[in-house]
């Protein structure tokens, strides 16, 4: 099997799904509801309806889809949702229990849309109140044994062992029965975010919900309805015909309102009783229990539901966007209408065309997901239309689907004032619009068309950098990747840093470069940007441990920290001719390719890149020039002694660079500076080697230390150990493969009180196993003679030193 195919990634995501829900548990509820409304909405079937016949688009065949392929895209998108939310938008939980809200939530998705298989407008209407008493009914009792027995994430578990705590007073079966029947709250107009946030209300609204019948309860929110119209009518004084149209439709909903009660149905849902002794004292009680156990319940029970209804908004639409009856939506270029392909059972294809602005608008939908940092982020399949009008009507299409989509995400996060155990309150939340790649200026006039529906979500909107037609790799990397919070001298010292590097910062403005960039962490062995993906990101690494394999059978290299990498395919517009993982873990700034293009992008003239190039060599040799310099200094000073012949050395040295010095002006700077010794000799080579300056300057050192020491036609004894130190550990610098011996000094200690000692003396030294027991590693030498010399030094402290592979005995 192609492990790229959509048909493999959806059967993994499956799996994922059926880890809280059992298999024979989905495929019931598949085949028993979703399924069902598949089939009426097959045209096929449809066309048969009187209703569908007379008005094709108002039918719940047109509606995008609620079948089988909604309920499994919602159960495996609640699934990433929660992990979005988890810590930003809902507080932290213990992973036993954020494990639990998973298995909760995965088991209401399955339950939220059973109803719309009724296709009536009662069905449609009361669709979330039939999932309540769906679930108290016999149909539902083989589902909750199954829950219950097989413990589907760990809800079982939690409930028994509340109830065995004295939290749960009820049967803790039929708290899991009440808990599922909550995928009502799915719709925000039957269970209002204010009646989510208060567990009494909460408990009230469900035991209504469960006990009238669907019919009474239809019939009374028709009246409602039409009663609340009409008051905020009056109220916001529209015109007198308005008010009177509304008059007559209220006078039509009591009308029938009364001719349904006539027929003499009985109000309550009886079928409740068989699972109450006592409805009024059991139904939803631990909603109101006041254990801090059960109340942690209450709080993941509602945060899951808010979850639900974020993982229902945030459904999939645009390429893959179908109807119930799988027929395909899509926009039209010219017109930015909705179409609609009806395909008989034959073959038979019919291209149906609809005003409709908000089928139009979700067509034109390619993502909409969460971030991070708990924004809400849609994308668009195109911004160009054939002509004004059409991408003006493809624009308010789409601010009308935000707006319900934003509507449905920013209301579900709304918590009471004084909660305050959120990271991200709901009002925070900012509405993310990618641009198009095909016309730049297309989000900023769905956003102009937002702020027109309602000019708060205006303000909240912003234009974002597009991330279409990228490795999903790379865009996945991005958008769980942290939002940069530096002051403007941060932004500037990382500007300044890659100039070092070559690339040009001029007229580049710090605020708008950082614009959407984001800090991210590769882990070691991981694939930053694979040879051939398109172009996305622009990357700066922080530090090193980057390595670039071309293409064309060139030789792998170390990266450099600070130098963009993968901004030559986004200058050029074509895939990457390398790739790049990550030998160690680093930090690195992710830059979408459009605040590259924009803010970054920046080159040389020929004028330009011959003063940079003069100044950059200048630099380097007067670097070169000061380490150098203060190596041989410290070598020459090696002995205590400074010698008219070393003077004369350096200072036909500097001449060289240029730099014109007197004998006396030398001897001063020689003599100028810390004391020479051994140890901060060694450590000024090993840091100048840990700047891995080119081989040709090695080499050059190393015959300079060479000629120094010799100049005075005296090797002392100092200078004849130094030297064999510091030729091999140059060598070692210079070796293609060879590395010489290195002789390793230890320090075991003998008491406590040396173990202390070593450790205040080297808090750094590794500790080691030997024959001896355990030891410190503080220092590896490439010189025995010069390892010796520091092996004396220790034992003169009193330390017991040995050198590795050396017999030793006090």
Partial sequence: MNLNSSKYVEEIQLLQVDRYLPEKVRTYIEENYYAKVNQQAE?????????????????????????VVHVRDVARNILVVLE????????????LWFDFMKGYGIIIVYNHDMGMLDFSAFGRAMHPEFVTQEVFSPAFDQVIDTIWTENCGNVSWRLINLADQGALTEDPKLVLREMVSMGVAHSKSKVPIEVLNNPQQLRQVMRQIATVNLHHLYHQQQVTKA????????????????IEKLEIALLQVKSTQAEFLKQGTSPRNERIDQYYSDFE????????????????????????????????????????????????????????????????????????EAANPLNAGEANIASSELTANGDLRISFNRGSFSNQDAAQRAAYNLAVVIDDIQRDIIDTFSRPANANDVIKKSENIEILLENTDDNLDFAEAVQTELGKIASEIGLKSRVVPSLKNIDPE??????????????????????????????????????????????????????????????????????????????????????????????IRVIRGDQQEATITAE???????????????????????????????????????????????????????????????????????GSYRINYSTEEVREKLLTGEDSDFVSLRQSVLDYL????????????????????????????????????????????????????????????????????IRTLFPTAPKVENPWGKAYLCGSFYSKEYANMILQRYRNLNFYAILEDEEYSA
């Fill in 690 to 757: 840990s700047l891995d300056p080119p081989y040709f300057q090695v080499g050059r050192l190393r015959d300079l230390l060479n000629l120094l020491v010799k100049v005075d036609e005296e090797i002392s004894v100092e200078e004849s150990l130094i030297l064999s130190e510091l030729n091999n550990l140059l060598d070692s610098y210079l070796a293609d493969e060879t590395i010489p011996k290195q002789y390793k000094v230890l320090i075991i200690p003998t008491t406590s009180e040396q173990n202390q000692g």
């Fill in 584 to 654: 160690q873990q680093l930090e690195l700034l992710i830059i979408p390719k459009e605040i590259y293009l924009k803010y970054w992008h920046n080159t040389y003239n020929a004028e330009e890149f011959s003063q940079q190039i003069l100044r950059i060599y200048a630099e380097d040799n007067l670097q070169e020039l000061e380490q150098i310099f203060n190596i041989l200094r410290q070598v020459a000073l090696i002995d205590k002694t400074l010698d008219d012949t070393e003077v004369d050395f350096i200072q036909q040295l500097l």
């Fill in 227 to 242: 009663e609340n119209k009409l008051a905020q009518a009056k109220n916001s004084l529209q015109e007198q015909l308005k």
């Fill in 84 to 95: 979005a939310i988890h810590g930003v938008l809902i507080p932290q939980r213990e992973p």
């Fill in 43 to 67: 045209l096929d079937y449809a066309a048969r309806n009187e209703d569908f016949i007379a008005n094709p688009l108002q039918h719940v065949a047109l509606y995008s889809d609620h079948g």
């Fill in 474 to 567: 790379e865009r996945d990397r991005y958008l769980i990747a942290k939002e940069l919070d530096w002051s403007l001298e941060q932004k500037q010292k990382i500007l300044l840093r890659v100039s070092q590097s070559g690339h040009k910062i001029q007229n580049i403005d710090p605020l708008k470069a950082f614009t959407d960039v984001y800090l991210s962490v590769l882990k070691e062995g991981e694939t930053l940007i694979k040879a051939g993906s398109p172009p996305g990101f622009v990357y700066i690494p922080m530090g090193i441990g980057l390595v670039s394999n071309p293409l064309g059978g060139y030789q792998p290299q170390g990266v450099k920290p600070w130098i963009p990498l993968g901004n």
């Fill in 281 to 352: 004292k059991q139904a939803f009680s631990w909603l109101v229990c006041d254990h801090p156990e059960t109340q942690a319940l209450i709080v993941d029970v509602s945060d899951t539901i808010r979850a639900l209804r974020a993982a229902d908004a945030l459904r999939q639409r645009g390429t893959v966007y179908k109807t119930s009856g799988g027929y395909q939506i899509f926009v039209d270029q010219n017109t930015a209408k909705a179409i609609y392909a009806l395909q008989k059972g034959s073959g038979e294809l019919f291209l149906l």
